[in-house]
Structures are given as structure tokens and as C-alpha cells.
């Protein structure tokens, strides 16, 4: 069985944890590979957390884990390089969630020329790594979000209400949206369009 180490920083649940968390199940559902995850010691352990349930996976001392192959966010970098297992012959895999990834004034560029297999969530983001000249490794672009013939809609009259304002990240710009509501425009997408 080959060891996947993965680490994890949560203070707060957001939408990189559960990405996080789907390549951690993806992990444990292939055949010959488990995962073991690592967290910081500010990292909350409430119902929001998905590993909260899963503390068989998870290392308090990650340098004593052998590794096979590291699955890296963006920060994660530095922590990784001082584990006994870093070097040429252990796979990284680095997944990109941004293309601040590319900007030169950002601490996570110094790390697009380590090896590494980078998984992008977008072509912009491989796009903006490819311009940097910097990267060694491949770059694989994956479709991010659902597929939308997955889904199966409920009947408008199911709905308690006819607009939801998600506002987690931004609150101030959700509640003046809420003041703006009577002023908003709409206009409805049919197909697939570039962001």
C-alpha cells in the first residue's frame, strides 16, 4: 500500500477544504494508495470539518510517515522539503487553485520550479503558470465544479425563497446586495459560456 501524504491548515471550512477532502477520498478509493493527512495545531474539529470523522487518517507526527507521494496545496511547500521522504524520487502532486500561483510578489511562484505533476482548475491558471517559464513538470487542467446533468432540480414551489444571496466570503457586499435587491437586474445563462 502506497502512502499519499496530505496536509491541511482549517480555521474556518472553505470551498479548498472540500476540494481538499475530494482528492482525500479520491485517494481513498484507489486501489493500492491510502491517505494520511497531517493538520496544524489551529485547525477547528467541529462538525464542519470532514475529517473529524476520519482520525484514522490523520498523523500527528507526519515525519515519522514514509511518504510515496505528496499532495500539495499552495503553502504547503516549505513544511513537505524538511520530510525525511523529499526528493527527486518522490512524486509531487501540487494541486493550483489560483493563478496568483504566477505572480512573482506571491511566496507560493518560488515553488513553480520545483518538480512537480500541477493539477489546475482552470486553463487560465495553466495558461498563467505556463507564462512564468518557471514550471517543470507537467500541468494538467481538470473541470472544476458539478456537472450540471448530475443535478436533479426540485419544483420552484419546493423553494422557501426565490433568491439566495451566498455571502460567506464577502458578507458586507451580500448585505448591500439584500438593500439592492428591488434594483437588481437579471439576466438568465442557457449554455456554457468563458468566465
Not at 8 to 13: D, I, Q, S
Not at 18 to 30: D, M, Q
Not at 174 to 189: P, T
Amino acid at each position: 500500500m502506497r502512502t499519499v501524504f496530505l496536509q491541511c491548515h482549517m480555521t474556518e471550512f472553505h470551498g479548498s477544504h472540500l476540494k481538499l477532502w475530494n482528492y482525500f477520498t479520491h485517494v481513498l478509493a484507489a486501489p493500492n494508495f491510502t491517505p494520511r493527512i497531517a493538520f496544524s495545531s489551529r485547525t477547528i474539529w467541529n462538525e464542519t470539518n470532514p475529517w473529524l470523522h476520519a482520525k484514522d487518517y490523520i498523523v500527528d507526527d507526519p515525519y515519522s510517515l514514509p511518504v510515496d507521494v505528496f499532495f500539495l496545496g499552495g503553502r504547503h511547500w516549505a513544511f513537505a522539503e524538511k520530510h525525511p521522504n523529499w526528493g527527486h524520487q518522490t512524486p509531487v502532486i501540487n494541486l493550483v487553485q489560483h493563478v496568483n500561483h504566477a505572480d512573482p510578489a506571491d511566496d507560493r511562484y518560488k515553488y513553480l520550479s520545483r518538480p512537480a505533476i500541477r493539477v489546475c482548475v482552470a486553463p487560465e491558471i495553466s495558461e498563467a503558470l505556463q507564462a512564468t517559464d518557471k514550471v517543470r513538470g507537467p500541468l494538467l487542467v481538470i473541470p472544476n465544479g458539478i456537472d450540471l446533468d448530475d443535478v436533479i432540480a426540485q419544483p420552484a414551489e419546493q423553494y422557501a425563497v426565490d433568491i439566495l444571496i451566498a455571502a460567506l466570503k464577502r458578507p458586507d457586499i451580500g448585505a448591500e446586495l439584500e438593500k439592492r435587491r428591488a434594483l437588481i437586474e437579471v439576466e438568465q445563462i442557457t449554455h456554457w459560456c468563458h468566465r
